[in-house]
Nanobody, 123 residues
Framework: DVQLQASGGGFVQAGGSLRLSCAAS????????IGWFRQAPGKEREGVSCISRTDGSTYYADSVKGRFTISSDNAKNTVYLQMNSLKPEDTAVYYC????????????????WGQGTQVTVSS
């Protein structure tokens, strides 16, 4: 079965950086896409970024463009989200999700979700 494990969250001051990891396993196909989402208390879940193993396409929400970078280490089956210049409004639980059928980012609908990792950015 597909398994996703998000990690790397923590506490950081505004302007700092964190790198989140999404370790994936059990994918039935070579082509797939991984997306990062976040949800803050009292707010709806929002898509943050996406990377496709199908064609290498990426996607970033306007709120994180220029600050976050998504990348993939295919040998380790791990997708990373490098988060720089963090702001208090970035505070949320961050989830990674998988579309096992792949395609170009952004992905309309994801098939599997991980548990998430907490990111807290203080002023």
């Amino acid at each position: 079965d597909v398994q996703l494990q998000a990690s790397g969250g923590g506490f950081v001051q505004a302007g700092g950086s964190l790198r989140l990891s999404c370790a994936a396993s059990g994918f039935p196909f070579d082509d797939y896409a991984i997306g990062w989402f976040r949800q803050a208390p009292g707010k709806e879940r929002e898509g943050v970024s996406c990377i496709s193993r199908t064609d290498g396409s990426t996607y970033y929400a306007d709120s994180v463009k220029g600050r976050f970078t998504i990348s993939s280490d295919n040998a380790k089956n791990t997708v990373y989200l490098q988060m720089n210049s963090l702001k208090p409004e970035d505070t949320a639980v961050y989830y990674c999700a998988a579309d096992v059928y792949g395609g170009s980012c952004p992905i309309r609908e994801y098939d599997y979700w991980g548990q998430g990792t907490q990111v807290t950015v203080s002023s």
